[in-house]
Nanobody, 127 residues
Framework: QVQLVESGGGLVQAGGSLRLSCAAS????????AGWFRQAPGKEREFVAA????????YYADSVKGRFTISRDNAKNTVYLQLNSLKPEDTAVYYC????????????????????WGQGTQVTVSS
C-alpha cells in the first residue's frame, strides 16, 4: 500500500507559476510510475503528466507540453509538477496517482492504470 498527499495548489494569475508536490509514503520502493491528473467542475478527470519512478521518463498531455514539467526525487519519495504559463483553463483539482506494476508508455495517461490516488489540490488561475 502507498499513501499519496498533494500540496502546493493555490490561486494564481494567468501567466503565473505553481509547483505541486506529491509525497508518497508506505511501500514506495516497489512503485513503477506516478502521474498527475486534473478534474475541472463538470468534466471528467484527465491526464496531465506521468513519470516512470526509476528512469524518470516523462509523458505529457498535449495541452500542457512546454508549460508543465514533471519530476521526482526518489530520496524524498516525492513527485513534483511545475506549472508555468498558467491559463484559466488549467483551473482544476489536481490529483497525484501511482501504481506498482510497470506499464507501457501508451497506458501512462489512463486513469484506470493507477491504483493509488491522493486527495487532490485545487489550482485556480484567474484571468
Amino acid at each position: 500500500q502507498v499513501q499519496l498527499v498533494e500540496s502546493g495548489g493555490g490561486l494564481v494569475q494567468a501567466g503565473g507559476s505553481l509547483r505541486l508536490s506529491c509525497a508518497a509514503s508506505g511501500r514506495t520502493f516497489s512503485l513503477n510510475a506516478a502521474g498527475w491528473f486534473r478534474q475541472a467542475p463538470g468534466k471528467e478527470r484527465e491526464f496531465v503528466a506521468a513519470i516512470t519512478w526509476s528512469a524518470g521518463s516523462g509523458y505529457y498531455a498535449d495541452s500542457v507540453k512546454g508549460r508543465f514539467t514533471i519530476s521526482r526525487d526518489n530520496a524524498k519519495n516525492t513527485v513534483y509538477l511545475q506549472l508555468n504559463s498558467l491559463k484559466p483553463e488549467d483551473t482544476a483539482v489536481y490529483y497525484c496517482a501511482a501504481r506498482y506494476p510497470p506499464i507501457t508508455a501508451q497506458a501512462m495517461g489512463l486513469v484506470s492504470s493507477y491504483h493509488y490516488w491522493g486527495q487532490g489540490t485545487q489550482v485556480t488561475v484567474s484571468s
